[in-house]
């Protein structure tokens, strides 16, 4: 059964997540949801050579558009039970929104007669 539940990431840990996209020029955030909450975030950034000399690295985008973001992230995690939301950058702008659903199933079984 496939609830219609809002996305598990409270108001103040979305103003946090704003904040780390703010510093991301080149990567990806990850937003694990388990349960239709928000458990982990993880940030991996990269860096070209160039990069590391020419602009400051702490801070990637101060003109970012907040509130169409924050709907956009939102709409992603929208019913997901399980997976993951990828915001991916480049030069310091949003350019994709992955979605990775995930499905479990309790009541399958393996050719051993064990749960997958």
């Known amino acids: 059964m496939i609830k219609s539940v809002n996305p598990g990431l409270d108001p103040a840990a979305l103003e946090g997540l ?3 996209v703010k510093k991301t020029y080149h990567g990806q955030i990850i937003l ?4 239709f909450r928000v458990v982990q975030v993880e940030r991996k950034e990269n860096f ?3 990069d590391l000399f020419v602009r400051d690295l702490g801070a990637a985008s101060e003109n970012i558009k907040v509130q169409p973001l924050k709907d956009r992230i939102i709409q992603a995690l929208k019913g997901l039970e399980f997976g993951q939301v990828i915001l991916v950058f480049k030069k310091g702008r ?4 992955e979605r990775l659903q995930k499905e479990r199933f309790s ?8 749960g997958i």
């Open 48 to 50: 070209n050579p160039e």
């Open 32 to 35: 694990i949801a388990q349960n």
């Open 107 to 114: 009541d399958m079984q393996g050719m051993s007669g064990d």
């Open 94 to 97: 949003l350019t994709q929104i």
């Open 18 to 20: 704003i904040n780390l």
